[in-house]
């Protein structure tokens, strides 16, 4: 089965893209970094892809 490539900005496309790295993030968490930390990283390694606020939610959430 092939998926369709999701475009950014699209509805649903932020919500996928943190299902991609969510082990990550909370292996980050459990580590010991802040959200906001986990935020700046994945925006500074080019995986941002949601507000911050929209972020919050989906870790908290």
């Known amino acids: 089965m092939i998926l369709p490539i999701i475009q950014s900005g699209t509805f649903g496309a932020a919500h996928?893209?943190?299902r991609a790295c969510r082990?990550?993030?909370?292996?980050?968490?459990?580590g010991g970094y802040s959200v906001s930390v986990i935020y700046r990283y994945l925006k500074e390694t080019g995986r941002k892809f949601c507000g911050y606020s929209v972020f919050c939610d989906y870790v908290h959430g």
């Open 16 to 18: 996928i893209e943190y």
């Open 23 to 30: 082990e990550e993030v909370e292996k980050l968490l459990v």
